[in-house]
């Protein structure tokens, strides 16, 4: 099975910090993907990356980045945090069948 | 702009009947469809897909797709209380993203 690993569960940062959201898949894939999801909005994609070095912006990418230097590790950046970004961050890959595994997730809030 | 829409919960069952949860899609080239779990506080988790009009069953689950009616469910058989969590919808279609529904909220009375 595909694992997908987020580096952090839980994490509190200060507004206007320099953020970094970390996340690795074992499984070669070539795409990636940043969600954040909040009540009664959903998952929103963020950004997406569909190879090394290589990424596209999602429905939401105002004040974030990527990086993505190696195949299996797909970095999301808030440049400078806000509250407004406060909000569970979910890492993707493809699974089978062109379904997502989804990482546990990255629960973030911003004081 | 690509839309999934499910039926608005929550969604209430007692123990042992069958939960039906309804998903519809914009996107007419939509090619595949999908069906995840979340428990609450937990990350989605896949547990059916669907290509091809009809049913697909697996255990208590079957998946429905009627792509005139741009159309997609689910229905879980002898609901059980560890079914209770949100179902969220998402299809694909000619790329490799998925666009999610907003989830339905299933609770399974015991």
């Known amino acids: 099975d595909v694992k997908v690993t987020q580096s952090s569960r839980y994490l509190v940062k200060r507004t206007g910090e320099k953020v970094f959201l970390e996340c690795v898949q074992d499984m070669d894939h070539e795409n990636m993907f940043w969600y954040r999801q909040d009540p009664g909005l959903g998952l929103r994609l963020i950004y997406f990356s569909y190879d090394v070095k290589m990424k596209e912006k999602g429905d939401i990418p105002e004040g974030y980045s990527v990086s993505r230097e190696k195949k299996e590790r797909f970095s999301l950046i808030l440049e400078s945090a806000s509250t407004n970004q406060t909000s569970m961050y979910l890492c993707?890959?493809?699974?089978?069948?062109?379904?997502?595994?989804f990482g546990s997730g990255t629960r973030l809030t911003v004081v | 702009q690509k839309e999934v829409e499910q039926n608005s919960g929550p969604l209430s069952v007692p123990e042992g009947a069958i939960a039906s949860l309804n998903c519809t899609y914009s996107?007419?080239?939509?090619?595949?469809f999908f069906w995840y779990r979340q428990y609450s506080g937990k990350s989605p988790e896949l547990i059916m897909f669907i290509y091809s009009n009809g049913d697909k069953e697996d255990g208590r689950f079957t998946a429905q797709l009627n792509k005139a009616s741009q159309y997609v469910s689910l229905l879980i058989r002898d609901s059980q209380p560890s079914d209770s969590a949100t179902y969220l919808c998402a299809v694909r279609g000619s790329n490799y993203k998925l666009t999610f529904g907003k989830g339905t909220l299933l609770t399974v009375n015991p």
């Open positions: 993707a890959t493809h699974g089978t069948n062109y379904g997502y595994t």
């Open positions: 996107d007419r080239g939509s090619q595949s």
